[in-house]
Each structure stands twice: as C-alpha cells, then as structure tokens.
C-alpha cells in the first residue's frame, strides 16, 4: 500500500462507497488503495472487505476528530451522509461540515462529495407549487446536502461534487417497485408523468467516482452527475414486463396524490418526483450519461441491470 495512493471512503459498507471500494481492489495495477471508513469494524461488511484486500478503519461522521485520524495519510476521500437513517437534514449538514474540515486538516488532496441540487434555488419556498418540508425545505435530503456543499468550499479543500441519480436498487429494497393492483395487474407508480428521470445502479455510482479519481484534479470543482440510463416511467415499467415476463403498467399520479400515500417519506419523495419532472431538463443535463459512460465503461443500462436483478424485486 506504501506505493499507492490512499482512497479513504466513508460509507463504505454501504451502496455508494462499497461499489468505490470494490472497483479500487478490482483494478490492483490502478496506483490506488482502498481505505474503509465505518463506524463498526466488526460488521459482517466491514470484515468482507478487509478479507477482499481493503485497510479497514474505525471512525464516525458524527466525531471530526475520529474523521482527521481515520483520514491521515489519504490521498483523496470519498464522502456520502445517511439521511434514510435519521431523516434530519440538519444532521447531514453537521456531518458535511465534519467531513469537509477533518479532510481540510488531514491534508486530503482530492475529495468527492455526493451532493444533490438544493432545489430551493429552483422553486423557493414562498413557490407554492410544492409544499415545504420541516418549515424550510423542499426536498431534504436533497437540500441539506447542496446547502452543505459551500463546507467544502470554504474550506479550501479540492473537491469534485458527485450527484448520484435515482437507484434502481429501490425498487428491491425501498419499496418502489411494482405493486399489485384489486385487479391482479402489477402496477408501477411515480408522479414523474412524461419526464425522463434519469437513474443508475448503485454499484456504478462507486465506479463512476474511481473514474473520477484516476482522473485526477481534472475534475476539481466540478459537478459530476451519475446516470445509466434516462427513461420515464412507462419505459421503466416496460423494461420491467420484459425481464419479469409478467406485465407492468405504469401508474402515473399527481403529485399531490403521492405525497398522500402516507408511508414515511412519501411527502418528501413526492416533492422529489415532482422536482425530476418540473426540472427535467435541468436534472438530466448535468447526469450526462455518456459522460457517465466515459468515467466508467462498465456503466449498466437499465435492461442490463434487470437482467442481473428482476429476480430479486419483490412483487406484491
């Protein structure tokens, strides 16, 4: 490891930064070193990647202290913040703000931060096309982490900011993918309409990043958007029909009506789903994805994806 350059990744356990981990060890004659950022060193996870050739190291995003240690010696540093597990957009900023210093004062020569479009800037908070969240959101988690962005900054430290695109994991484990209908149909729902909405698998997002790093301080200060493919709805359940053998018709709602499913999210998610479809054209210029494509030539296609995953979606 003493020969190459140290990639420390936070999340690393999970989608994002797993999918970075492994294509760092995937590619050993790469110049780079993967080094596992995560809270339990114990986890089933964590061991995995220690045994597939990564340094693991103990740190929480919540302690910048831990972060600077954890961080010591690294070349570049990948981060991401866990809003599903809290659903505070105040903590994703404090966690950001922990990030973007720690790898001020260890020294950290590129990072990549996977932010989002603080969709404030697009539809203000007096806009009363969509209805404000926590007080002084739009879109949280979308929000917090675009607000988060000026932590790096003004920090100095060179940063590329990565925005990730809807995974088509969620339709595995977040519950959006089809459901059966009183008519025995399945049925997949979005408020998107007509819009492309541009999405990716996750592992890509991590390979997407690595491309980012081989690349070098080409892409400092630049915004990067992740995407495998651009479809809309009906294309999306389309491609479904195709891999399952069994039909799946597209259920275009209102937003309104999404945002009144009542599970926890939907409000937030229904925001979301309207922002890809208001700002369609905006939301998918800057997830290019030949640009995608070029960082990373193993990037999926949504029938590519389903090939390796329509097994795994649970159909209710």
């Given at each position: ?31 780079f070193?993967a ?8 986890s ?22 831990s ?46 931060w ?36 000026r ?11 990565l ?56 892409w ?19 491609a ?7 039909e ?17 999210g ?10 890809y ?11 290019d ?26 159909l209710?």
């Open positions: 490891m003493a020969d190459r350059k140290v990639i420390a990744v936070v999340g690393a356990t999970g989608a994002q930064g797993g999918g970075l981990v492994r294509a760092i060890l995937a590619d050993p004659a790469g110049g070193a080094r596992a950022i995560t809270r339990d060193v114990n089933d996870k964590a061991r995995a990647l220690a045994r597939a050739g990564a340094e693991v190291v103990a740190a929480d995003v919540d302690d910048a202290a972060l600077a240690r954890a961080l010591s010696g690294a070349y570049g540093a990948y981060f991401v913040t866990f809003f599903w597990a809290h659903f505070s957009p105040e903590k994703e900023m404090a966690e950001a703000r922990n990030m973007a210093n720690a790898a001020k004062a260890a020294g950290v020569q590129h990072v990549i996977s932010s989002l479009e603080d969709t404030r800037k697009f539809v203000p908070l007096s806009d009363p096309r969509m209805p404000t969240l926590q007080g002084k959101y739009k879109v949280p988690h979308f929000d917090a982490k675009g607000e988060a962005d932590y790096f900054t003004e920090a100095g430290v060179p940063t590329t900011f925005y990730p695109s809807f995974y088509w994991e969620n339709l595995i484990h977040f519950g959006a993918g089809p459901k059966r209908g009183p008519d025995g149909v399945l049925y997949f729902t979005l408020c998107t309409g007509d819009a492309k909405m541009a999405g990716v698998a996750s592992e890509d997002i991590g390979r997407v990043a690595y491309g980012i790093f081989k690349a070098g301080h080409t400092v200060g630049q915004t990067v958007g992740v995407a495998g493919e651009q479809l809309t709805g009906g294309q999306m359940a389309a479904m029909t195709r891999a399952l053998g069994r799946v018709r597209f259920n275009s709602v209102t937003p309104d009506a999404y945002r009144a499913f009542g599970f926890p939907a409000d937030e998610l229904g925001n979301m789903f309207q922002f479809r208001d700002f369609e054209g905006d939301v998918n210029a800057v997830r994805v030949a640009r995608s494509r070029a960082l990373n030539p193993a990037l999926q296609s949504f029938d590519a994806w389903l090939a390796q995953n329509a097994a795994k979606i649970p209710e």
